[in-house]
């Protein structure tokens, strides 16, 4: 029985495009909406009487405000949050000092910020980091009661807010092998052709790198499912993923592409030797059969072979394959044409 190889790892393309520009509005927002209160808080720290606090607290909101106007629609650079979370924090201790328990109201959103503005581990350290200094503070400002009960309760803010940024982290990673993977035959769906496609076309251009594509699709697959059903039909395209897969290097992208269609994706091969590999491609599957649940077939496949060209863009090249898997149909099928 082939041996089904390991998926390689790959950017998501437009899955992370998306994913980036929801973090991006999402740290847009919280630097206006800090901006904002800073300055709504200053004019009422002012009728208050308290004209230094008031002071800090106006700067910190005209800083904040006019970042989050500059980097508007854009990613906010790190040094810049982290700015955001130290002149806060810096407030935040000051208040502490000044106002004890009333100080430590702030305390709480900005330790839920940190999860919201850095992702993954640089939030977990900022909460922590936040944490520590916080608790200290109120313990150092109020060492009776108070000061305990306001750094255990930090604490454990922090520790659901980690144990929850590593629970988003992993069900990210499972979405992210979903939205690419066909689950019929858990190879690489459609979805990343373009980027490796791409990423051979930058590699041609810049290090004269050859690369060739393989495009295979199953000859009379529709026949197999209205003889045998649409399960059988099913389990045959599993089987043949897995022994396509078999016969790929490591280095090799396989992608079912349509329903009974597929393309490798061959790195540094040139025509020659991908038509080798696709004539061995062609033989593991017409060489022996099928077995169903319930059933046995033959089936054969065709395929088109084409390496990338000097001036042509990746659609052109994969029409190229496209082409020669056409003139294999044409040309009496379980056969390999090569483009010209
Ligand atoms: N069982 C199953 N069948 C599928 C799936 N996706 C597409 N198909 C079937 O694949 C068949 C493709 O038929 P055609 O495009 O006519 O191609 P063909 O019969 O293979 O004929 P040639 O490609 O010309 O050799 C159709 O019957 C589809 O219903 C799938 O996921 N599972």
């Known amino acids: 029985m082939p041996q089904k190889q390991p998926q390689k790892k790959l950017a998501t393309g437009s899955a992370d495009e998306l994913l980036r520009a929801f973090k991006v509005k999402v740290t847009g927002n919280i630097l206006w909406a800090g901006g904002l209160t800073e300055l709504v808080l200053s004019i009422a720290q002012f009728l208050l009487g308290n004209y230094a606090q008031a002071g800090a607290i106006l700067f910190a909101g005209i800083f904040f405000t006019a970042m989050a106007w500059f980097y508007h629609g854009q990613r906010i650079p790190i040094p810049v949050r982290v700015m955001f979370i130290g002149l806060l924090t810096v407030i935040s201790v000051i208040s502490i000092h000044e106002n004890q328990t009333l100080g430590v ?23 922590s980091s936040l944490t520590v200094i916080f608790g200290i ?14 750094a255990v309760t930090l604490g454990i ?3 659901l807010g980690s144990v929850y940024v590593v629970l988003l982290s992993e069900l990210q990673k499972i979405l992210r092998k979903l ?20 990423d051979a076309l930058h590699r041609f251009r810049r290090y004269k790198r050859p690369a060739t594509v393989i495009m295979a699709d199953l000859d009379h697959f529709k026949k197999i499912n209205d003889t045998f ?8 395209l599993k089987q043949v993923a897995e022994r396509l897969q078999s016969v790929l290097r490591q ?43 319930d059933a046995k077939t033959d089936i ?8 990338l060209l000097e001036e042509q ?21 379980n056969r390999v044409e090569v483009a010209q």
């Open 105 to 127: 109201y702030w305390t709480y959103p900005l330790l839920v910020a940190c999860f919201f503005l850095f992702s993954g581990v640089l939030g977990i350290i900022a909460a």
């Open 251 to 293: 280095s090799d992208q396989l992608f079912r592409v349509g329903g009974e269609e597929f393309l490798v994706v061959l790195p540094e091969t040139t025509a020659t030797d991908a038509h080798a590999v696709a004539q061995k491609l062609r033989a593991l599957i017409a060489e022996h059969s099928f077995n169903g649940k």
């Open 179 to 198: 939205v690419v993977t066909d689950t019929l035959t858990g190879l690489q769906n459609r979805h990343l052709v373009t980027a490796v496609l791409e």
């Open 157 to 159: 803010i922090c520790v």
């Open 229 to 236: 059903g649409h399960l059988f039909g099913d389990q045959i």
């Open 300 to 307: 054969t496949i065709s395929l088109g072979v084409a390496q």
């Open 137 to 150: 503070t109120s313990i150092y400002v109020m060492p009776t009661d108070d000061g305990w009960r306001i």
């Open 313 to 333: 863009t990746w659609p052109e090249w994969l029409s190229a394959a496209d082409n020669a898997l056409l003139a294999a149909k044409q040309n009496g099928r």
